[in-house]
């Protein structure tokens, strides 16, 4: 027997469904997955297009700022000479 019939055969959604006060949260529910899949497949679509160097995705970790570079000698340097 495949397990996949094993599994649809012991999940009670026909019992569920038959009552009519679970119609809306079956509803609620499927909307839900529906919307996740969505997101999902947006994401998949993006990722791809970004693979193929059509756009390029922002950053989802924050990046370190880079230190402004001054002229002349480094605070280092500055601050040993301070401490000598």
């Known amino acids: 027997m495949n397990p996949t019939s094993s599994l649809i055969?012991?999940?009670p959604?026909?019992?569920r469904l038959a009552e009519p006060e679970c119609m809306p949260e079956f509803q609620a529910s499927y909307e839900r997955v529906h919307s996740l899949l969505g997101h999902v497949e947006v994401e998949a679509r993006l990722r791809d297009a970004a693979a193929q160097g059509w756009i390029i995705l922002p950053?989802?970790?924050r990046r370190k700022p880079n230190p402004i570079s001054l002229p002349?000698?480094?605070l280092s340097e500055l601050l040993n000479e301070v401490r000598e």
């Open 9 to 11: 055969e012991r999940f």
């Open 13 to 15: 959604a026909e019992l």
């Open 72 to 74: 002349g000698r480094p």
């Open 59 to 61: 950053s989802r970790r």
